[in-house]
């Protein structure tokens, strides 16, 4: 039977901004400040577990570094530019430059000593 | 510092959520430490988070997907009020009553504590796979499989997990190439049969990885005939790897028994060399490693901690 997400009780809402191939560019050049991208889909497990990290992340660096999300499935493009072949792949760009590539999900603690020269 | 808790569950796999389940029912309030966010299955949910469809889980007539199977368990244990943390576990002291567990900064302390901690796959300890994890080589074929439409696979293994693994790319990949050290597989006969029916599935027996190729990104392997010691080279864009488990027992060197390869020794139901210290699950089993045995020990050890607990004084030092 294959997965519904509609019906999925892990079926995931985040609250970050989803950037797709049509706006990315634009969000993403036009930022004043770093800009994390977290390159996920629906079907990946540790994705989803990384999602709430992310959210508590983004509130605690508002203002410093934006959190945002890319959704592979729906923003082939974009995933094919920046040679994504693994998810999470979290990307931070700086000027819209990509600086750091982190790839595969990551505890909290680890994520914030990694984005520590970002802030 | 908090009042030590009567039940810790470190780990929620099948094992940690079916004793957090117990636990709860049975007034104990446990706490779940239930892990950090990795790609490996040393995460919350467990290997079953890096799984499809789950078809030997007794209840499910039709299968579940391995997540949702362990986002179910949560929830059930969360209703009868189990606790969790998502925090992994870094330092333990089962040397005195109450045990105390850290977590970053933090201690915990709990008068029973139920390991719970699970396996990870192993790797084949190559350099190149250092460089070319995240760019080809995956420890996650539900997460990756999809960046190798219409390309060649490579999975290294060959029990249930490779072989689940391999079943699931042909979704993705043109073709799959099954690498195996031996002549003949060790997966369940349905899985298989499942494998050799399908077109898209090739063997390369008696052969093992001598190194991932690739500049950048993979772009083959280097198999090695264990027989003749020839080499040769296998052009393909992904590479799974699925050759066995070690189970996730650093933290517990030094205080918990066990064996040779690091799993948990337990004795009389789940208990360990450690009075009040229960071990369930993968982390204490090379043998079964089913997420319904896993269950089913995860019941044993809250059962044997909740008698054990009614047998201990409470006294000013651990209530």
């Keep these: 039977m294959p997965a519904d997400p509609r019906r999925d009780p892990a079926a995931m809402e985040s609250t970050l901004t989803a950037l797709t191939d049509a706006t990315f560019e634009e969000e993403i050049n036009g930022s004043d400040e770093p800009v994390l991208v977290d390159f996920w889909a629906e079907w990946c497990g540790p994705c989803k577990l990384l999602n709430p990290i992310l959210e508590d992340l983004a509130s605690e660096y508002d203002g410093r570094l934006r959190i945002v999300k890319v959704d592979v499935d729906e923003s082939p493009d974009v995933a094919r530019r920046y040679e994504i072949m693994s998810i999470p792949t979290l990307v931070v760009f700086q000027e819209g430059v990509a600086k750091k590539r982190l790839i595969g999900a990551k505890g909290k603690g680890q994520l914030a000593q990694e984005l520590a020269e970002f802030l | ?319």
């Design chain 2, 1 to 319: 510092m908090a009042d030590p808790r009567d039940v810790l569950i470190i780990g929620s796999g099948p094992a940690g959520h079916t004793a957090a389940l117990y636990t709860a029912r049975a007034n104990l309030h446990p706490l779940v430490l239930e892990g950090e966010p990795s790609s490996t299955s040393d995460q919350p949910g467990g290997q079953l988070m890096l799984t499809t469809d789950v078809e030997n889980y007794p209840g499910f007539v039709d299968g579940v997907q391995g997540p949702e199977l362990m986002t179910i368990f949560k929830e059930q244990a969360a209703r009868f009020g189990a606790e969790y943390l998502t925090v992994k576990a870094s330092k333990v002291d089962f040397s005195v009553q109450p045990f105390s567990v850290w977590a970053d900064d933090d201690e915990y302390r709990a008068r029973a504590v139920i390991v719970a901690t699970g396996a990870r796959s192993l790797m084949l300890g190559l350099e190149s796979e250092r460089r070319l994890l995240g760019y080809g080589l995956s420890t996650c074929a539900t997460c990756d499989g999809f960046f190798h439409r219409g390309e060649k696979i490579a999975v290294v293994g060959g029990g249930d997990s490779a072989i689940e693994e391999a079943i699931f790319l042909t979704r993705f990949a043109d073709k799959v190439t099954v690498v195996h050290r031996r002549d003949a597989l060790r997966a369940s006969k349905i899985m298989q049969d499942r494998a050799f029916a399908n077109a898209k599935i090739e063997f390369r027996w008696n052969s093992v990885v001598d190194e991932i190729l690739g500049d950048g990104k993979v772009s083959g392997v280097r198999l090695r005939d264990v027989s003749s010691g020839e080499q040769s080279d296998l052009g393909v864009s992904g590479v799974f790897v699925a050759i066995g488990h070690v189970p996730n027992t650093d933290v517990f060197r030094g205080q918990l028994d066990m064996d040779d390869n690091g799993y948990i020794l337990t004795h009389a139901g789940s208990r360990t060399n450690i009075e009040g210290v229960f071990a369930a699950g993968d982390v204490q089993d090379h043998v079964y490693r089913q997420a319904v045995t896993a269950a089913g020990s995860g019941c044993m050890a809250a059962i044997d901690a909740e008698r054990w607990l009614e047998t201990q004084p409470r006294t000013p030092a651990n209530w």
